[in-house]
């Protein structure tokens, strides 16, 4: 079974940065793919970024340019760099990732963008 816990989330005024961090525990193999998806109020859940074993990112086309998503497989963690944040990006954003085909998600950590 793998644990992933979140945190970095917070408020912040539109134009600033989070970083938010997701560390995985518990897993006796490597770790696949790793995402963030979020989910705004009365909105569907939305696959962010995306970051194969091997490095390959992927991107939603709103983030794309201010958003960068990273790992540390040493350290069983994917991060999401947050820039020139907007209000639409508020959101619960959860991190997920994949072992030998199960996929794991973390508790969701709050980011509020403030206008």
Do not use: H
């Not at 109020?41 to 960068?68: C, D, H, M, W």
């Not at 991060?79 to 619960?92: F, G, I, P, R």
């Amino acid at each position: 079974q793998v644990q992933l816990v979140e945190s970095g989330g917070g408020l912040v005024q539109a134009g600033g940065s989070l970083r938010l961090s997701c560390a995985a525990s518990g897993s006796r193999f490597s770790l696949d793919a790793m995402g963030w998806y979020r989910q705004a109020p009365g909105k569907q859940r939305e696959l962010v970024a995306t970051i194969t074993s091997g490095g390959g990112t992927n991107y939603i086309g709103s983030v794309k340019g201010r958003f960068t998503i990273s790992r540390d497989n040493a350290k069983n963690t994917v991060y999401l760099q947050m820039n020139s944040l907007k209000s639409e990006d508020t959101a619960v954003y959860s991190c997920t990732v994949w072992a030998l085909g199960t996929r794991y998600w973390g508790q969701g950590t709050q980011v509020t963008v403030s206008s």
